[in-house]
């Protein structure tokens, strides 16, 4: 038997070593010696598949594709929120567990790692057992995770509505109880207080329109969690409460509303209905026909001093249709070989939830509200990436004519520009004296009617804004990314706005060098400084924005650390900086060496010091990288022998595109599990089906057959391909898909 386990270093001239265990062995007077050098496992496990053997048994199976582990740890969870635990821990080289701790007729997602004494893998793929529910979920997961105010500043859950009897502050409560709820989500808590005279009630709901996501003859189940009953004793005589959960349906004269009614022992609850046949509805009626989910309290009688009141968690609505279960399969199947991406994703009235899960391994959010939606998909798809949309190269301006910031929650992830203004004038980049903006449209947008005269203005609606502006998007003021406290209030302010919103990460977007030019004050030439071969560009205009390279390398390093910290990926556009080139390389090649670089590019006249960057590493560049013009791009002017907008293809593009999969690739191959990037390749604006858009590629699809066949040329397993298509041109509404 082993008497004595000694750990030394080892130091050897021209050989690498890690780790050097020394065993030592004592048997009679021999003394051998056992060397075992270790690295943290190199392989996560794949492949993991859950089934359902009995009501209490799940058996796990997976594929070892390291071969160095001391063991494989499983973890569990009910829900879709990445509360993970540990269950349990297996051999080396064990590929199988059964989980009898199960209980019946709930969901369970399960993830493996490989670990050994020095550290583990990354997490297998997400899988979950057959057992899943096989209901289209409308919503519920996580559904009180984000609030908003409501009109007299109470905190209601997103996609929910309070109301009452009596809706002041203070007789009513909404409140937003913190990690209160199951593993430490959030719950709603609603209630009545202060009140005088008989039967009162309160209410918080949600609406479906019959006809969309719920059809006539669906059975509707809606159940909740976890409730709290408080102040249900010591009634004064004659007086009751009432604590309902209950689903409303009126067309007409004809009004049911099935109820479940909580006691003091309830701490959950389950409504089954089935929505009456259109037959059954008097066709004029069917339009407006409408299904409200509640949670009420109802007072009868005179209540006294006491302030009952519900807390709820995990409140979800299921459906199945014409009273039987979907025809979908839950996980959905994922039938591709390849890794797809949808961009600038919009929860319209028309989408098919199932069907985005079903298609897609990311998404790019283009909201940061109602993110219910993405729990939703995640019920569908629990190993899809979800990102929210983020911008930090412009702050805004959405103030209202009252010259405040809106509270919109769509806004949430951003800087008001009304206080930004006003503290932080050093955000923004001035007008040099004597020189304004070349092209001013703030007063009217473009098709709009509307007087915006005060975007011109600060605050006081006097002194004119002194900060310049995107002559394209006239919104947008330049922010000054190199600065500290612009960097710290950005970051905080994204962190915040996700809080206990289980996005994945963050799309970047307008994360550019950029320069804009301005026009001396009553100069008549040229008209826009924004062609320096124009007469008087030299004499009339000047830059007032000059954003450097080294500046947006500063702003990516005390950002990516900083999300990577906060357990938030990020995902950056890179807008023509190809990563072979300087630009490139130096915002996102985890190993450039300012001090090694040999290629330089002139950047708007500025020569390349060393001094002004630092030196890249895998925790201060982004995760993702993001073309947006992949392989070829539109051009955005209209053909003049035509007049017709087209396509360009363009031979040094195209090969851009292929080299920039190769070289993350490449880097790949030696950054560690848990730091590699990604690359994600949209091929943008193809066929126009239903517009006079004339593309060089033959026949309709051509130029989405071409992105894919690309594509597939330079594709591996840490890229991703979307393709997107606007139809008709002019409505600027994307539809994306992929063929």
Request: charged fraction near 20%.
């Amino acid at each position: 038997m082993p008497r004595k386990r000694k750990r030394i270093k080892f130091i050897a001239v021209g050989l690498v070593v890690s780790t050097l265990f020394v065993y030592i062995y004592f048997y009679n007077r021999s003394v051998i010696f056992h060397a075992d050098i270790v690295n943290p496992p190199r392989g996560s496990p794949t492949n993991l598949i859950a089934k359902d053997v009995s009501e209490n048994q799940i058996d796990l199976n997976w594929q070892d594709n390291s071969d160095n582990e001391e063991s494989f740890k499983i973890e569990r969870t009910d829900n879709v929120m990445n509360d993970y635990h540990e269950i349990a821990s297996v051999e080396t080289n064990t590929i199988a567990y059964s989980d009898t701790t199960t209980t019946p007729g709930k969901r369970y997602y399960f993830r493996v790692k490989a670990v050994n004494r020095l550290g583990s893998s990354d997490y297998s793929e997400i899988s979950t057992p057959t057992r899943q529910e096989q209901f289209n979920l409308l919503t519920g997961i996580g559904d009180f995770e984000r609030y908003h105010s409501n009109d007299i500043g109470q905190e209601v859950a997103d996609g929910w509505s309070f109301s009452g009897s009596v809706t002041s502050a203070d007789k009513t409560m909404a409140i937003k109880e913190s990690g209160t709820g199951i593993d430490g989500s959030n719950r709603q808590k609603i209630g009545i207080k202060n009140i005088t005279g008989d039967n009162h009630w309160v209410y918080l709901y949600k609406i479906y329109k019959v006809g969309g996501a719920v059809q006539f003859g669906d059975t509707v189940t809606f159940k909740t969690d976890q409730i709290q009953i408080y102040d249900n004793t010591d009634l004064p005589v004659g007086a009751s409460i009432s604590y309902v959960m209950r689903i409303r349906l009126q067309y007409g004269t004809y009004l049911t509303w099935p109820t479940y009614y909580f006691d003091q022992n309830s701490n959950s609850g389950t409504i089954n209905f089935t929505i009456p046949q259109a037959s059954d509805v008097p066709e004029a009626l069917r339009n407006d026909f409408e299904l409200t989910f509640e949670f009420m309290i109802k007072t009868s009688g005179n209540i006294g001093t006491l302030e009952p009141a519900l807390s709820i968690d995990g409140a979800s609505i299921f459906v199945s249709r014409n009273g039987a279960p979907l025809e979908v399969e839950v996980p959905a199947p994922r039938n591709r070989a390849i890794n797809t991406q949808i961009t600038f994703f919009y929860n319209n009235s028309g989408s098919n939830l199932y069907e985005t899960a079903l298609k897609y391994d990311g998404i790019m959010s283009a909201i940061t509200k109602d993110n219910s939606i993405y729990n939703q998909i995640r019920y569908y798809n629990p190993n899809i990436k979800v990102y929210a949309y983020v911008i930090p190269g412009v702050i805004q301006d959405f103030r209202k004519p009252d010259f405040t910031d809106p509270t919109n929650p769509e806004l949430a992830d951003r800087l008001g520009f009304a206080d930004a203004t006003q503290y932080h004038p050093d955000w923004f980049y001035p007008y040099p004296t004597g020189f304004g903006p070349y092209d001013d449209r703030r007063a009217i947008f473009p098709d709009d009617t509307i007087d915006r005269s005060y975007k011109k203005f600060m605050n006081d609606g006097v002194t004119p804004l002194p900060f310049v502006f995107d002559a394209e998007y006239q919104d947008d003021y330049f922010t000054d990314m190199n600065n500290s406290s612009f960097q710290l209030a950005w970051r905080e302010q994204v962190k915040n706005a996700l809080a206990n919103d289980y996005f994945d990460g963050i799309f970047i977007d307008a994360l550019n060098i950029a320069q804009e030019m301005a026009l001396k004050i009553g100069a008549s030439s040229p008209s826009k400084c924004a062609d320096s071969t124009e007469p008087g560009f030299q004499t009339n205009c000047k830059t007032t924005v000059n954003r450097m390279p080294y500046e947006v390398q500063n702003f990516i390093h005390n950002t990516a650390s900083f999300f990577k910290e906060n357990q938030l990926e990020t995902m950056s556009n890179q807008i023509g900086q190809y990563l072979q080139r300087f630009i490139g390389r130096s915002y996102y090649d985890p190993y450039w060496n300012p001090n090694t670089e040999s290629n330089p590019e002139d950047v708007y006249g500025n020569s390349f010091d060393p001094h002004q960057y630092t030196q890249n590493a895998p925790d201060n560049t982004y995760d993702n990288i993001f073309v947006e013009h992949a392989y070829m791009t539109f051009w955005w002017v209209k053909d003049p022998a035509t007049n017709n907008f087209t396509n360009r293809y363009d031979l040094n593009l195209w090969k851009d595109s292929i080299v920039n999969l190769e070289m993350v690739n490449q880097w790949n191959q030696t950054l560690p599990e848990g730091k590699k990037k990604k690359i994600w390749h949209l091929v943008y604006n193809v066929d126009c089906k239903n517009c006079t858009v004339v593309d060089p590629m033959e026949g309709q699809d051509g130029w989405a057959r071409f992105g894919l066949t690309s594509y597939l040329l330079s594709s591996n397993e840490y890229s991703y391909l979307g393709i997107s298509r606007r139809e008709p041109y002019n409505d600027f509404g994307n539809s994306w898909f992929f063929p």
